[in-house]
């Protein structure tokens, strides 16, 4: 077991302050301190629930709003879950390009979970564990 401070932003939770500008300048405290987070943080673990074939909108504008170059060299970790099998790509179309952009070091293999995964928000599926 490795000793690690870790931390968990909900983007549901975080929306308020998020959303309050569409520029970083435009956040308020809270807003700016989520941010921090993540540009601070030694390593990632990002995870998105799959709409349209693509990550939510709200974490999309989560990372609009982080600098360009403060993930430079990061490594991230990609997951997300979606409605069926279909959706599994998101990972490599959508996700690892989003982070490529940053010149993050995505690890090479995400995780990916569907409704089968789950029993009673539980990780039940093989595959996942």
Avoid: C, M, N
Wanted: aromatic share 8%.
């Amino acid at each position: 077991r490795l000793l690690a401070d870790t931390g968990l932003i909900e983007i549901t939770e975080a929306a308020p302050s998020l959303f309050a500008g569409l520029s970083r300048g435009a956040l308020g405290a809270s807003g700016e301190a989520i941010i921090q987070r993540v540009e601070k943080a030694d390593l990632l673990v990002v995870g998105t629930p799959v709409y349209r074939a693509s990550y939510t909108g709200a974490l999309k504008h989560l990372f609009d709003l982080v600098d360009y170059r403060a993930l430079t060299g990061k490594t991230v970790l990609l997951a997300a879950t979606g409605g069926s099998p279909y959706h599994g790509l998101v990972l490599e179309h959508q996700l690892r390009p989003l982070f490529g952009f940053f010149g993050a070091v995505t690890v090479p293999t995400g995780v990916y979970g569907t409704p089968d995964d789950f029993v009673d928000g539980e990780i039940v599926g093989a595959a996942i564990i």
